[in-house]
C-alpha cells in the first residue's frame, strides 16, 4: 500500500539460501518497521469483518488485509445485502487471475518493506520448496534470529505476526513437521527422521512438490498450467495449517482429519483470510510467482508468444489494487491481469537464476519433453469446486470394487473464495490431473490396468460438490488421453461431476467402463434430448474420440432415471474461443494449431515472401500440404504422408524457401495425425499482394 516503485531501478529477486548478509539484515530490519503501527499513511482500511481501520496501520497489516481480512472484497455467490455474509477473500484461486493477482500482492509487500527510506533497496528473495528439506528456511524458521551483520541475537520478524484485531493476543501458527513429510513422500505416521528417502514412491527421488511442478510445466498453454500449478501451492498452504487447537495427539489427529474451528487454530497458512498475515507467505509466494516466470521463459523457448495463448480475464481489474484502497502509484497502474505479464518492465524485477533444480531453461525443457514420454501414465482427474477444501483424500481402486490403495501423496486440496457450497459453486470444470504412476508399483498395479479412484473423506460442507475423479491413462509417447468413467450397479457415496472439461491441447478420447470391465454408454444426440431422457439415443460399446466441436452427452446404462448423478456432459475446454492467430508487423504470423480450427473455415490471408508458423505442443500434431481442393476437403491424405505420431514443434511454414508464394495462390494445410484432419484440423492460406479487411481468403 506503501511505495511508488514505478522510477525504481531493475531489482534482482533472489533464493533465500543464498542472501548476502546485509540483505539478510536489511530485511529482518525492514520488516520490523513495516510491522510498526502507524508505518501505514494511505487510505482507511475497513472491511465488514473488522470495520477497525486504526487494526491496519502498519504498512505490513495493510498489504496482508488485501489478500482476505478484513473482508475488502464482494463474495461471488452471496447476496450483497447479507451482512457479514457478503465479504469474501479478494484473492483469486481457482481461476486464472491466480496468478497475476498475487504477483501484485507480491509486489505490495515489497513495497511495504522498502516504505522506510533506510530499507529501499530491499527485495524479497523466494523459498525454493520443490526441493527436499528437512526444515523451513532459516529467515523464518526460529522465534529468534542472529543478524549477520551486527552478530545480535533479536526477536524474529518472519517467525510470525501478531493478528490484528482479534480479541488476546493471537500470532500465526504452522505446523512445519507436517509439510515435510507430506514433501518427502512419508507414507505413514513415522517421525521424519525415520523416514527414508529411498522408499519414496515418487519420480527419480524428487520430491512431491517437484513432482507436481514439473507436471505444470509439462504444459503447454496458460490455462493448463495454471490448473496444475495450483496444485502444489495449495498442498503448502493447508500443509503447514495443521496446527491442533491444543497439543495433544487426539486433538491432531482430528484437525488433521479435516477438523474444524473446534479442533484447529485458525491463524494459519491454510484459512486464505488469514494466510497472508504469517511472513512465510511472502517468501512462499515469491516462489509461485517464480514459477510462472519459468512457464514463460518455456513458453518463449518453445515459440509460444504470449499473444497466441489463452489468458481468460486478464483484461479485467484486479481489486482491491484498483480500487481507492491502494496508493501504490505501481500496482495500481498494473492492475490488469495483461499488465503483470511484463515484470520487469512493469515492476523492476527480476530472478537471480531462472533455473531450476539446476537446469537451464533448453535443459529443463528437454527433461520435460523426455519425461512426459518415457513411459505409461495414470492420472486422477479431479473436477474441483469454486470453495475452498482442505483436505480431500481418495485412494486406488483395482478393480473397480476394491479401493484399499492408498498413499500418504493421496490428497487434494482447494483454495478459493468461497467458504460454503453455494449456488453455482462448481463452475471451473476444466479437469485438474494429479500423476499417481509413480505409486503405483507398492500396489503391484501399472497405469495401462482399468484402475478407478474412490473419494475416502473432504471437508465438512463440500460432500456435495466433491466429485469421483475419472481415470486418465497416457500411453508413452502418445500425448493422448484416454479418460475412463467407471459406472457402478448400485449408489455411490461421491458420484462423478455433472459435467467437465477434456484438455484442448490434447488428444482426447473416452470410455464408460462396467463393473465387469466391459464398456457400456447411453449416448445421446442432442441437449434436448438429453434432458428429457428420450429414448432417442444410442447405446455405445467402444471408446469414443472427443472433438473440439462438439458436446457430448451420456448416460449410466444401468440407472436410467433421470437423475443427475446417473449422467455426464463433457466438452473441450476453449475458454478464449480462438484457435490464437497472431500477426507481426513484418508480414509474418503464427497460429495455435489444434484439433478445432473452424474460425479460420474461411481461410487466412498472406502476403508474398511471409511466413506463417503453426504453434502445437511437441509430438502431438504436424503440418503437410496437399495439393488439390478436393483432397483438402475429403482429407485425402497420401499414404506415404499419413502418420501416427507427431513431429518436433514450432513448424515455420513454408519449411524451405523465401515464404508463400503468389504464384500458388492457395496453399491446403492439414494435420496428417490420425483422423486429425477429418476432425477439423485443416486449414487453407491464400496468397495475395495486400491482405485487407479481415483477411480471410473472402
Known amino acids: 500500500c506503501d511505495g511508488d516503485g514505478a522510477s525504481d531501478s531493475l531489482r534482482v529477486r533472489r533464493n533465500v539460501n543464498n542472501l548476502t548478509n546485509m540483505e539478510i539484515h536489511e530485511l529482518l530490519h525492514a520488516l520490523i518497521a513495516a510491522k510498526k503501527s502507524g508505518s501505514y499513511k494511505g487510505p482507511r482500511i475497513n472491511g465488514t469483518l473488522n470495520e477497525n481501520s486504526s487494526d491496519f496501520n502498519s504498512s505490513f497489516n495493510a498489504v496482508a488485509s488485501f489478500h482476505g481480512y478484513p473482508g475488502l472484497c464482494p463474495a461471488t455467490n452471496i447476496p450483497a445485502n447479507e451482512g457479514n455474509l457478503a465479504a469474501a477473500d479478494c484473492c483469486w484461486h481457482s481461476d486464472p487471475r491466480f496468478l497475476p493477482w498475487h504477483r501484485l500482492l507480491i509486489k505490495q509487500f515489497d513495497d511495504a518493506l ?21 526444515e523451513l528456511p532459516f529467515l523464518v524458521r526460529n522465534p529468534h534470529i542472529t543478524d549477520p551483520l551486527t552478530n545480535e541475537t533479536i526477536e524474529n520478524p518472519f517467525y510470525h505476526s501478531q493478528m490484528p484485531g482479534i480479541p488476546g493476543e493471537e500470532y500465526t501458527k504452522r505446523s512445519p513437521d507436517v509439510l515435510i513429510k507430506y514433501n518427502k513422500g512419508c507414507t505413514d505416521d513415522s517421525t521424519i527422521n525415520s523416514c527414508i528417502k529411498g522408499e519414496q514412491h515418487n519420480f527419480t527421488g524428487l520430491s512431491w512438490l517437484m513432482n507436481q511442478t514439473l507436471q505444470a510445466l509439462e504444459e503447454t498453454t496458460y490455462i493448463a498450467f495454471e490448473k496444475q500449478i495450483e496444485t502444489p501451492h495449495n498442498q503448502v498452504h493447508n500443509q503447514l495449517g495443521f496446527v491442533p487447537n491444543k497439543d495433544t495427539p487426539t486433538y491432531m489427529a482430528k484437525c488433521l482429519n479435516n477438523g474444524g474451528p473446534k479442533d484447529c487454530y485458525p491463524y494459519t497458512m491454510q484459512q486464505n483470510t488469514y494466510a497472508s498475515f504469517d511472513p512465510i507467505f511472502m517468501i512462499f509466494h515469491t516462489m509461485v ?4 516466470a ?3 521463459a518455456l513458453q518463449e523457448h518453445r515459440g509460444i508468444p504470449f499473444e497466441s495463448d489463452c489468458h481468460p480475464d486478464f483484461d479485467k481489474d484486479l481489486p482491491p489494487f484498483s480500487t481507492n484502497f491502494n496508493e501504490n502509484i505501481n500496482t495500481k497502474s498494473h492492475s490488469r491481469g495483461i499488465e503483470t505479464v511484463n515484470y520487469t518492465e512493469a515492476f523492476g524485477y527480476k530472478y537471480d537464476n531462472l533455473t531450476l533444480n539446476g537446469m537451464s531453461i533448453p535443459e529443463l525443457d528437454a527433461y520435460l519433453d523426455a519425461r512426459s514420454n518415457i513411459s505409461d501414465r495414470l492420472f486422477a482427474g479431479f473436477s474441483l469446486p469454486d470453495m475452498n477444501i482442505n483436505l480431500i483424500r481418495f485412494n486406488v481402486c483395482y478393480p473397480i470394487t476394491d479401493c484399499r490403495f492408498s498413499d500418504e501423496s493421496f490428497k487434494v486440496s482447494v483454495k478459493a473464495r468461497n ?46 460438490v466433491t466429485f469421483t475423479p475419472v481415470s486418465i491413462f497416457r500411453k508413452a509417447g502418445t500425448g493422448k488421453d484416454r479418460i475412463t468413467v ?5 449408489k455411490t457415496e461421491f458420484n462423478y461431476a455433472p459435467f467437465f472439461e477434456a484438455r484442448s491441447s490434447r488428444q482426447n478420447s473416452i470410455r464408460f467402463l462396467l463393473e465387469n470391465g466391459s464398456m457400456s454408454v447411453y449416448q445421446y444426440r442432442d441437449k434436448e434430448d438429453f434432458e428429457a431422457c428420450s429414448s432417442n439415443r444410442t447405446l455405445v460399446h467402444q471408446e ?10 451420456f448416460q449410466n446404462p444401468l440407472q436410467m432415471g433421470c437423475e ?53 505442443t511437441k509430438n502431438y500434431h504436424n503440418v503437410t500440404q496437399l495439393q488439390t481442393g478436393t483432397e483438402f476437403i475429403d482429407c485425402t491424405i497420401p499414404r506415404a504422408v499419413s502418420q501416427s505420431e507427431g513431429d518436433q514443434a514450432p513448424v515455420k511454414f513454408p519449411r524451405s524457401g523465401n515464404g508463400f508464394q503468389e504464384d500458388e495462390n492457395i496453399y491446403y494445410i492439414v494435420c496428417p495425425i ?8 485443416k486449414i487453407k492460406i491464400c496468397v495475395k499482394k495486400k491482405c485487407s479487411g479481415l483477411k480471410t481468403c473472402n
Open 486 to 490: 467407471h459406472w457402478f450397479d448400485g
Open 419 to 464: 467458504k460454503s457450497p453455494e449456488p453455482g459453486v462448481y463452475n471451473n470444470s476444466v479437469l485438474m490431473y494429479l500423476e499417481v504412476t509413480h505409486q503405483l508399483a507398492q500396489f503391484g498395479l501399472t497405469a495401462n490396468q482399468n484402475i478407478g479412484f474412490k473419494i475416502v473423506s473432504t471437508g465438512s460442507e463440500a460432500k456435495n
Open 294 to 296: 519459468l512457464f514463460q
Open 114 to 134: 522498502r516504505s522506510n527510506d533506510a530499507y529501499k533497496n530491499v527485495v524479497l528473495p523466494y523459498w525454493d520448496w520443490t526441493q527436499n528439506f528437512e
Open 674 to 681: 490420425g483422423n486429425h484432419c477429418a476432425q477439423g484440423m
Open 289 to 292: 510467482d517464480f514459477q510462472w
Open 564 to 616: 443427475r448423478e446417473q449422467q455426464l456432459v463433457i466438452n473441450m475446454s476453449k475458454p478464449c474461443n480462438s484457435s490464437g492467430l497472431f500477426r507481426e508487423k513484418d508480414g509474418n504470423a503464427s497460429i495455435t494449431w489444434q484439433i478445432d480450427m473452424k474460425e479460420f473455415s474461411n481461410g487466412i490471408c498472406m502476403t508474398p515472401g511471409s511466413f506463417l508458423t503453426f504453434k502445437y
Open 544 to 553: 469414443i474420440e472427443i472433438s473440439g466441436n462438439q458436446t457430448y452427452y
